[in-house]
């Protein structure tokens, strides 16, 4: 098992920047996928983005592609979630998740271990 905890949520206007981070600890962190997932009020929870264990490989969802960045680093043992140009509709509480099978897929059943979320808050 593996502790997370994310941080860097707030409230932004629209057209602005977050970096989220999520911090681990426990296992050893460099055999997880890793992924964040958010979830709006009255609405699932969904797949935002995903990284692979060795921080090669990256997954978007089409509604976040080519504004937000996910990275990783093993040495911190976190991960960080980068947001440009944000709208309303990315307001959601935000959760990091991982993966102990290397899983980096939107499925939020085959995620093992999950933070508490930080919320964020997106005004138009």
């Known amino acids: 098992q593996v502790q997370l905890v994310e941080s860097g949520g707030g409230l932004v206007q629209a057209g602005g920047s977050l970096r989220l981070s999520c911090a681990a600890s426990?296992?050893?962190?460099?055999?997880?996928?890793m992924g964040w997932f958010r979830q709006a009020p009255g609405k699932e929870r969904e797949f935002v983005a995903a990284i692979s264990t060795s921080g090669s490989l990256a997954y978007y969802a089409d509604s976040v592609k080519g504004r937000f960045t996910i990275s990783g680093d093993n040495a911190k043992n976190t991960i960080y979630l980068q947001m440009n140009s944000l709208e309303p509709e990315d307001t959601a509480v935000y959760y990091c998740?991982?993966?102990?099978?290397?899983?980096?897929?939107?499925?939020?059943?085959?995620?093992?271990?999950w933070g508490q979320g930080t919320q964020v808050t997106v005004s138009s």
């Open positions: 426990g296992r050893t962190f460099s055999r997880y996928a």
């Open positions: 998740a991982a993966s102990a099978y290397y899983y980096t897929g939107s499925d939020v059943n085959r995620y093992d271990d």
